[in-house]
């Protein structure tokens, strides 16, 4: 099993940044791509940004030149630098982690951490 801790939310105004992160713990050697997903009121659950173990990473156009996704095998850590946010995207942003058996699929799930931007 693998366990995921989100933490870096809270309140900015348009414009401002948030720094997200995941630490996870448990059987980490199981987890190839990591990703952080959002759910805004009213709307589906959206893939923001993913990055796989050896680094391979792919944005979502609305984070594309905005929002910086890295990781840290060694720490076991996945962020989420965002950058000159938008009411828009607010949402409560989810880090997720897929197995190597399955890398399409993200079995392993994070508490979720509010994001809101003021306009």
């Known amino acids: 099993q693998v366990q995921l801790v989100e933490s870096g939310g809270g309140l900015v105004q348009a414009g401002g940044s948030l720094r997200l992160s995941c630490a996870a713990s448990?059987?980490?050697?199981?987890?190839?791509?990591m990703g952080w997903h959002r759910r805004a009121p009213g709307k589906q659950r959206e893939l923001v940004a993913s990055?796989?173990?050896?680094?391979?990473?792919n944005y979502a156009d609305s984070a594309k030149g905005r929002f910086t996704i890295s990781r840290d095998n060694a720490k076991n850590t996945v962020h989420l630098q965002m950058d000159s946010l938008k009411p828009e995207d607010t949402a409560v942003y989810y880090c997720?982690?897929?197995?190597?058996?399955?890398?399409?699929?993200?079995?392993?799930w994070g508490q979720g951490t509010q994001v809101t931007v003021s306009s």
């Open positions: 997720a982690a897929a197995s190597r058996a399955t890398p399409w699929a993200y079995s392993y």
């Open positions: 448990g059987t980490i050697s199981n987890i190839d791509r």
């Open positions: 990055i796989t173990r050896g680094g391979t990473i």
